[in-house]
Structure formats: C-alpha cells, structure tokens
C-alpha cells in the first residue's frame, strides 16, 4: 500500500489504482476495507459525469464479497425468506432513499450493511441527475439504469444462495424484478444474454414464461 501511495503518479487510472488497493485488502484479510475501497469506486460511478459501463465487473465482485462473504461468512448473519420485503420497506424511507455506498465498519449491524448495498444498488436508477437537454446524458442515464437492474439480480442471486426456501416463483419481487428489466429496456440493450445468468432462480416453467415476454 506504501509503493501505491509513494508511486501514485504512475496510476493514470483511479479505477485501476483502486482496484489494486482492494485486492491487496483482500489478500492481507480485511474485508471491511476492502468493501470500502469498492464502495468508494461505485459511489464515485454514480454520478453521470463519471460512470463508466465497464465497472459492472466491480459492482458484481463487489456484491458477491458482502452478501456472499462478508455477512453470512463473517458476520454469522442469516438472511430470511422475507428478506426482499423487508428491503423494500427500507428503499422507501428517507435514510433508503439517500443511500449511496456509505463506508462501513466491522461494528456496523449486518442488516445496516446490507440495506446500505441493496438501495445504494437500486438508487443507481432512482436518482439520477442529468441535463435533459443533453442526448448523452441520456445515453449514459440509460446505462446507468441497466446497471443497476443487473447489479440488484446479482444481489438477489447472493441472497438466494444462502437463503432456505427464497421466493422466486412467479409474481415475486426477483421474478417481477426481471419482468420490470425487460420491460424497460428491451429495445435498448441485450436483455436476453444480460438475464440468462439469473434464470437459475426459477423453475422451468417460469424461466419460460419470462422467455416468452421477450419474444
């Protein structure tokens, strides 16, 4: 860590800089700083004057190493099978809504953490601030929301892994969240191959009935 910040001048990219400062977290066993370090680049990537496409791999890392690793791993914490609504009551508050990657800390209450992820994901489409004049704006808005529609599946998937009898049967809020991503951008990016990762959640017949809307 002391070579990066004595040779910062030769990382002419923050993401890569950043990228190498959490690996190196991560091999000396330190999650919490490790997630801050990610969380500090996806707060940064939601502004529209600095989002980059090409982070999706970052957010994913990122969601897989709190809701995968850090909070059932290390903090013993058991996700119920009501967890989406719980979520969801707390994306409506005011402190939901505000979200937006905020450090953490070893102290912090699992569920804090996890609702700290979770709207700070869905804010990612929620609070968008562009100039509506501007076609780019536009464009990069649009990527945005794809983004977060894709980062807040894989946050379904992670939870889903380690939770007995998660719903995703049809109607459920990680079926309807599906629903709702094809429905706003299938005319706008490859909505097939960006789902076929998380068809794993349904049965048959509902990954069907999903296939068949796309048609």
């Given at each position: 860590m002391d070579f990066i910040e004595l040779k910062a001048e030769f990382f002419s990219d923050k993401n890569e800089r950043q990228s190498i400062e959490a690996d190196l977290?991560?091999?000396s066993k330190n999650p919490v700083l490790t997630i801050n370090v990610y969380f500090n680049m996806l707060r940064i990537n939601s502004h529209v004057n600095h989002f980059q496409e090409?982070?999706?791999?970052?957010?994913k890392t990122c969601v897989r190493l709190v809701l995968h690793d850090f909070l059932p791993k290390l903090k013993n914490y058991e996700y119920k099978n009501n967890i989406?609504?719980?979520?969801?009551q707390q994306s409506e508050t005011a402190k939901g809504q505000g979200h937006n990657f905020e450090p953490i800390t070893f102290e912090d209450r699992a569920e804090s953490i996890l609702v700290n992820l979770v709207c700070s994901v869905k804010n990612l489409r929620k609070n968008i601030v562009i100039d509506p004049n501007s076609r780019k704006h536009q464009e990069i808005a649009q990527k945005m929301k794809r983004m977060s529609y894709l980062s807040e599946l894989e946050c379904k998937l992670c939870i889903a892994v380690n939770c007995k009898n998660y719903p995703t049967y049809e109607s459920s809020s990680t079926f309807n969240l599906v629903y709702e991503y094809l429905e706003q951008s299938f005319d706008k990016a490859d909505v097939v191959s960006d789902i076929i990762p998380y068809l794993q959640l349904f049965s048959s017949d509902e990954a069907q009935s999903l296939r068949e809307k796309v048609r």
């Open positions: 977290y991560m091999q090409s982070m999706w791999d970052t957010y989406d609504y719980y979520l969801s």
